[in-house]
């Protein structure tokens, strides 16, 4: 190295000559004092990193959890989830990364780092109930009960639960107290109205027959819709569910058959029952009966008069399959996912 020359800098060579440059080009002297310079900044940054780190580890007022606090993250209900002052995840049960709130160490939704934050400016546990986004398609949705409160000076416990499907069975059933609030309110009302134009055609005994005819008509829609009421209250209470027996499946058939006969024949409609014999299933006979009989039902009522009605038994692998056929209009195929309600 001989030293900077007329502001150009420049290497003396030691040995034989070759084809390299006696002078190197400003250009790459400047490349190379620049990259030296990066490698010592990277250095510097990466060492002033480490020493906040190691500061932080140190302070005595945001000390690690305690042993065995991973352990029982792990066998709690809950999804936990342990966050430091600056809102990284320090521990967390496999549960919160499956619901997908900690994704690659960090806490994905800031609904939560928010309460985090108030939790552990007051000290106070606060409550929620939170509708968080489940992956990347925002129309799906999970319901997380949450509940977060202070572990430390600076760390804070969130403990979560899903609550989804309790949110979607209260949806269902004040759906379903509505829906039976309105199916109950047109026979009650009819035999309101017909009770009245009784009174008033007393003296017209053709008219106090036609009334009476449509009071029993009305009645008996009211005790129907009662008695499905009762069924699905029934069917909602696991207590009522009896240990399964061997069921004969074509006696079963046969009895939801005789129960909707009557109805079959003042429609004009011929009920056909098929199947084959020696057919065996565990289950609850009642039940069994109420579901198939419910399936002719509604065949019978949805059909046109001088039509068939068929209702087949057979087996099908190790299973037993019964169908119920009919002639009627049928189902729209946007309804058709609605089957399986309450």
Not at 25 to 43: K, S, Y
Not at 67 to 90: C, N, P, Q, T, Y
Not at 198 to 213: N, S
Request: with cysteine; proline share 5%; aromatic share 4%.
């Amino acid at each position: 190295w001989r030293g900077w020359s007329g502001g150009r800098c420049s290497w003396t060579k030691r040995g034989p000559p070759g084809p390299y440059p006696d002078v190197v080009d400003p250009v790459l002297a400047a490349i190379l004092g620049g990259a030296v310079g990066l490698v010592i900044g990277a250095v510097a940054v990466l060492a002033t990193r480490w020493s906040e780190r190691s500061t932080a580890a140190a302070d005595p007022f945001d000390p690690p959890l305690p042993r065995g606090v991973g352990d029982v993250l792990s066998v709690l209900k809950s999804i936990a989830v342990v966050l430091d002052a600056s809102d990284a995840v320090v521990n967390t049960s496999a549960s919160a990364v499956s619901y997908g709130l900690v994704r690659h160490g960090e806490l994905v939704h800031h609904e939560l780092r928010h309460i985090a934050r108030q939790v552990r400016r007051d000290g106070l546990i606060r409550e929620a109930e939170l509708d968080l986004p489940r992956g990347p398609n925002a129309q799906a949705s999970t319901v997380m009960r949450v509940r977060v409160a202070p572990i430390a000076v600076s760390q804070v416990l969130i403990l979560a639960e899903d609550h989804t499907q309790a949110r979607r069975v209260e949806e269902v059933r004040r759906d379903f107290v509505a829906n039976v609030s309105h199916e109950l309110k047109t026979p009650v009302g009819g035999i309101s109205l017909l009770a009245e134009a009784v009174l008033d055609a007393r003296d017209d005994p053709d008219a106090v027959e036609r009334f009476a005819e449509r009071i029993l008509v009305e009645s008996a829609r009211l005790t129907r819709l009662v008695k499905e009421i009762v069924d699905l209250s029934r069917l909602q209470v696991a207590d009522t569910l009896h240990e399964p027996v061997i069921v004969d499946v074509r006696a079963v058939a046969a009895e939801a058959v005789d129960r909707v006969r009557v109805a079959a024949e003042a429609h004009g409609i011929q009920l056909t029952l098929v199947g084959e014999e020696g057919l065996r299933v565990f289950g609850d006979a009642e039940l069994l009966t109420t579901a198939i009989a419910n399936l002719v039902t509604n065949a019978v009522n949805y059909s046109g008069s001088g039509t068939y009605v068929g209702i087949g038994a057979r087996r099908h692998g190790d299973s037993i399959e019964v169908s119920v056929t009919d002639q009627g209009e049928g189902i729209e195929a946007e309804h058709l996912p609605r089957l399986t309600e309450r």
